[in-house]
Every structure is written in C-alpha cells, then in structure tokens.
T-cell receptor
Framework: GGIITQTPKFLIGQEGQKLTLKCQQN?????MYWYRQDSGKGLRLIYY???????QKGDLSEGYDASREKKSSFSLTVTSAQKNEMAVFLC????????????FGEGSRLIVV | GDSVTQTEGQVTVSESKSLIINCTYS????????LFWYVRYPGEGLQLLLK???AGQKGSSRGFEATYNKEATSFHLQKASVQESDSAVYYC?????????WGSGTKLIIKP
C-alpha cells in the first residue's frame, strides 16, 4: 500500500502572511487534489493536478496558489492568510482523473492569529 | 450546480441496532453520476467505504450497504447491526466534471 503525508499537521500564521502546505504521495498516482473543509461542512475543491506541472482550478481557488513540480508532491500556498479561512486542508490522490478512488492524507489545520 | 445533501449532522444509535444515514444528490447534470460513501474514523484520514457506478445497483462493504436509487436521487447508507467500531463521520459524494461534490457529513455515535 501507499501513504499520503501532509506537512505540517498544524500551520499557525499571522493575518496577511503567505503560508504553504505540502503533500507527498508514494502511490505513483497521476492526479492529486487539495480540498478545504470548514467545520461542519463538506469538502470543497481548491486545486487539482492531473500530472506533473499541471494545475487545474477548483471552485475555491481564489486566494490560493498551487505547485506540482514532481509527480509525488503537490503544495498549496495561502497567498494572504485571513482569519475567516481557518479550516482543515486535505490532500488526496487518485490513479487518474476519472473519478476513481481517492486516497487522503490526515489533514493540515490552518490557524490564523 | 451539482450538490449532495446529508440532512443529519449527527446520528446516535444503540449498539446492535440498525442504522440509516440519508443522502440525496442533485440530478442536474446529463447522465447518472458515480456515487460514493467515504468514512473518517477517529485519528485517521478519510477513506472510501463503498461506491456504486451503475444506477439501480447496490454497493456493500464492512456490513454497510447503499443502493443507487435514480428515481428518488438517493443513496442512503444502511447497516443492520452497528458496533462501537463504526463510530466515525460518514460522507456521501457524487462525481461531477472530474471532481467529487461532497455532503456535509454525518457523525455516527454508538451508545453502549
């Protein structure tokens, strides 16, 4: 089996700061995703990538940048952290983009002070 | 746009009793979506519980079942007899344009 590792587990930053979350997968999957989950709500897609150096915007991409420089890693940058976007960020991967099973990391919690 | 609705944020069931967690999905897109149930156990990442890609079919896993009902646009999750180890948050999802649309999740609490 494989694993998805998200770092850090907790990311604390100041309002207006640029903050980056990292995700690594060893499944050798083509597609990777970043989701945001606010308390008591469903997951919302921020960015996804179907291969190395590809980036596709999800419904929630404004205020975020992403980077897929290697097949195994996918990073997400909050360009200017705001207190109303404290949430859990979930990274996932799948074999391809056709809606196959997603494998998730444990999540990274963003705290803005 | 496409949507998934889980009406209960939390469900409490006594051990060994039956469970149903409701899920309905929008049918605004052309064709029939693939439907999924994901689960997050305490301290673990979200993982696939079951999926059904054909309307009218039933999926099952770990004692849970869900039937793809295209007439009612529902995909309710059921289990005949719950155990303490089923305590988790359950998410219903449908696919839409190469992404998943998620329900808000239902936390299952098991009473001893």
């Amino acid at each position: 089996g494989g694993i998805i590792t998200q770092t850090p587990k907790f990311l604390i930053g100041q309002e207006g700061q640029k903050l980056t979350l990292k995700c690594q997968q060893n499944f050798n999957h083509d597609t990777m995703y970043w989701y945001r989950q606010d308390s008591g709500k469903g997951l919302r897609l921020i960015y996804y990538s179907i291969t190395e150096n590809d980036l596709q915007k999800g419904d929630l991409s404004e205020g975020y940048d992403a980077s897929r420089e290697k097949k195994s890693s996918f990073s997400l940058t909050v360009t200017s952290a705001q207190k109303n976007e404290m949430a859990v960020f979930l990274c996932a991967s799948s074999i391809d983009k056709s809606g196959n099973t997603l494998y998730f990391g444990e999540g990274s919690r963003l705290i803005v002070v | 746009g496409d949507s998934v609705t889980q009406t209960e944020g939390q469900v409490t069931v006594s051990e060994s009793k039956s469970l149903i967690i409701n899920c309905t999905y929008s049918a605004t897109s052309i064709g029939y979506p693939n439907l999924f149930w994901y689960v997050r156990y305490p301290g673990e990442g979200l993982q696939l519980l079951l999926k059904v890609i054909t309307a009218g079919q039933k999926g099952s896993s770990r004692g849970f079942e869900a039937t793809y009902n295209k007439e009612a646009t529902s995909f309710h999750l059921q289990k005949a007899s719950v155990q303490e180890s089923d305590s988790a948050v359950y998410y219903c999802a449908r696919d839409s344009n190469y992404q998943l649309i998620w329900g808000s999740g239902t936390k299952l609490i098991i009473k001893p």
